[in-house]
């Protein structure tokens, strides 16, 4: 048995006029600056098939995920649960809502990722893969620490950061470039609260590499909760030049990963798979979560900007109201895709980045590749030290819904992962 692999890319970019996803921003797009797009690679050995697709949006929600990974693995012929379907996280792309009504999503959306998959699928031949990681700059600490020990959105350099950035590079028999993946872990919010559609920082790399092997080029963001693009101006947050400065820079490291490569292998694949779950934390108790319904009732109509607080202290309600309060876990079937000396580890969270060097150092595979928004869209998750000191990622975390997710969180989703990567050592 020998290793196939196909690749395939498709334009997704929306119209104008439409609202970007991220900071609640209500200023319409009124320019494209770069094209949006989904670029499915579809993997083969003898009986196992996968596909990873990575789409140069904001955050896929779940159930808007779930039909896009049945869709696309049935356009090319990998089954579902053998499917990773990830946002990149750019705050310049539209918002999705995930409803089947939305013209964007059934018009474009949908449709591309489904003929890239088909595509990829088509275009199968055997390849030989190579990887090369480095230390990157993209990314810094964005949990800025004020004197008065507040947490705010800015660079916080003395914070946790995996600045690793890994090239996997696949060449078919005669040496030619087939594709290239990206993986390093950083928000794409470098253009700021801009008007031009655009993939961020994250579209300069690709491109660069891209032009650099003339093979198509995808990126998967990493562990980008707490990880800000690291710009001159010192903040979380730039305008499109900072992206396209930024993005140089990371255009520049991919490269010189892709030239650090030294040997391609035929190597093989697997999927191993594992059901994660995570005990919900006890609920909130029911006069509380009335009471709070109750404050916000008594607000003045232009004072109610708290739709979130309602639905969240709404369904606790309701969850009392049908006996639903006891015991309960947050449950999510997870599968791993391992490649020779990578696995693909998916996460629907926009996870910190401590659980991607905890996963890393405990890993059983030389390069574990940690995959935020991938698979759905679950808000943050934290490392358990972070969340004393509260701000926006905890504040996100804890308003996720009527169930909440222990402090712990972390421990369970790194330890549970590292049993399911653990399989794959068959290899």
């Given at each position: 048995m020998y290793l196939e692999m196909g690749a395939a890319r498709e334009i997704i970019t929306p119209?104008?006029?439409?609202?970007?996803?991220?900071?609640?921003?209500?200023?319409?797009?009124?320019?494209?600056?770069?094209?949006?797009?989904?670029?499915?690679?579809?993997?083969?050995?003898?009986?196992?098939?996968?596909?990873?697709?990575?789409?140069?949006?904001?955050?896929?929600?779940?159930?808007?995920?779930?039909?896009?990974?049945?869709?696309?693995?049935?356009?090319?012929g990998v089954p579902v649960k053998d499917v990773v379907v990830a946002a990149i996280h750019t705050h310049s792309g539209p918002v999705l809502s995930g409803e089947a009504d939305d013209p964007y999503i059934k018009n474009i959306l949908a449709p591309g990722c489904i003929r890239a998959a088909a595509a990829a699928g088509k275009r199968m031949k055997p390849v030989a893969m190579g990887v090369a990681s480095l230390d990157s700059r993209v990314g810094v600490n964005r949990r800025q620490l004020l004197r008065d020990d507040r947490v705010i959105l800015g660079q916080n350099p003395w914070g946790c950061c995996d600045q690793e950035m890994t090239v996997v590079s696949f060449k078919d028999s005669e040496g030619a470039a087939v594709a290239n993946l990206i993986h390093c872990g950083a928000h794409c919010t470098a253009s700021g609260i801009n008007t031009e559609v655009t993939r961020d920082w994250a579209g300069v790399m690709i491109d660069r590499l891209e032009k650099e092997t003339g093979a198509v080029t995808a990126f998967f963001n990493g562990a980008l909760g707490?990880?800000?693009?690291?710009?001159?101006?010192?903040?979380?947050?730039?305008?499109?030049?900072?992206?396209?400065?930024?993005?140089?820079?990371?255009g520049i490291e991919a490269v010189r990963a892709y030239k650090n490569i030294r040997a391609y292998r035929d190597e093989k694949m697997t999927v191993s798979y594992g059901e994660i779950r995570i005990p919900f934390a006890p609920i909130m108790p029911l006069e509380t979560a009335r009471g709070k319904l109750a404050a916000i009732a008594a607000k003045k109509e232009e004072e109610r900007f708290d739709a979130r607080d309602r639905r969240i202290y709404g369904g606790v309600v309701e969850l009392?109201?049908?006996?639903?309060?006891?015991?309960?876990?947050?449950?999510?079937?997870?599968?791993?895709?391992?490649?020779?000396?990578?696995?693909?580890?998916?996460?629907?969270?926009?996870?910190?980045?401590?659980?991607?060097?905890?996963?890393?150092?405990?890993?059983?595979?030389?390069?574990?590749?940690?995959?935020?928004?991938?698979?759905?869209?679950?808000?943050?998750?934290?490392?358990?030290?972070?969340?004393?000191?509260?701000?926006y990622e905890i504040e996100q975390f804890r308003s996720r819904g009527p169930r909440q997710l222990p402090d712990n969180a972390d421990a369970y989703l790194v330890n549970q992962n590292l049993e399911i990567i653990k399989k794959t050592t068959a290899l």
């Amino acid at each position: 048995m020998y290793l196939e692999m196909g690749a395939a890319r498709e334009i997704i970019t929306p119209e104008l006029g439409g609202l970007f996803a991220g900071y609640g921003s209500k200023k319409p797009s009124t320019a494209i600056h770069d094209d949006l797009t989904a670029t499915a690679f579809v993997f083969g050995y003898g009986d196992v098939k996968a596909l990873l697709l990575s789409v140069t949006v904001c955050l896929i929600p779940n159930a808007l995920c779930d039909k896009l990974r049945e869709a696309c693995g049935a356009a090319a012929g990998v089954p579902v649960k053998d499917v990773v379907v990830a946002a990149i996280h750019t705050h310049s792309g539209p918002v999705l809502s995930g409803e089947a009504d939305d013209p964007y999503i059934k018009n474009i959306l949908a449709p591309g990722c489904i003929r890239a998959a088909a595509a990829a699928g088509k275009r199968m031949k055997p390849v030989a893969m190579g990887v090369a990681s480095l230390d990157s700059r993209v990314g810094v600490n964005r949990r800025q620490l004020l004197r008065d020990d507040r947490v705010i959105l800015g660079q916080n350099p003395w914070g946790c950061c995996d600045q690793e950035m890994t090239v996997v590079s696949f060449k078919d028999s005669e040496g030619a470039a087939v594709a290239n993946l990206i993986h390093c872990g950083a928000h794409c919010t470098a253009s700021g609260i801009n008007t031009e559609v655009t993939r961020d920082w994250a579209g300069v790399m690709i491109d660069r590499l891209e032009k650099e092997t003339g093979a198509v080029t995808a990126f998967f963001n990493g562990a980008l909760g707490d990880v800000a693009p690291k710009m001159a101006n010192g903040g979380s947050t730039g305008d499109i030049g900072h992206a396209m400065e930024l993005g140089g820079l990371a255009g520049i490291e991919a490269v010189r990963a892709y030239k650090n490569i030294r040997a391609y292998r035929d190597e093989k694949m697997t999927v191993s798979y594992g059901e994660i779950r995570i005990p919900f934390a006890p609920i909130m108790p029911l006069e509380t979560a009335r009471g709070k319904l109750a404050a916000i009732a008594a607000k003045k109509e232009e004072e109610r900007f708290d739709a979130r607080d309602r639905r969240i202290y709404g369904g606790v309600v309701e969850l009392y109201e049908k006996g639903e309060t006891g015991d309960a876990d947050f449950v999510l079937e997870q599968c791993v895709i391992r490649i020779g000396p990578v696995a693909f580890v998916p996460m629907p969270f926009e996870p910190f980045s401590e659980l991607s060097l905890r996963l890393r150092a405990y890993s059983p595979v030389g390069h574990t590749l940690m995959i935020g928004c991938a698979n759905g869209s679950n808000s943050y998750l934290p490392s358990q030290d972070q969340i004393c000191r509260g701000g926006y990622e905890i504040e996100q975390f804890r308003s996720r819904g009527p169930r909440q997710l222990p402090d712990n969180a972390d421990a369970y989703l790194v330890n549970q992962n590292l049993e399911i990567i653990k399989k794959t050592t068959a290899l």
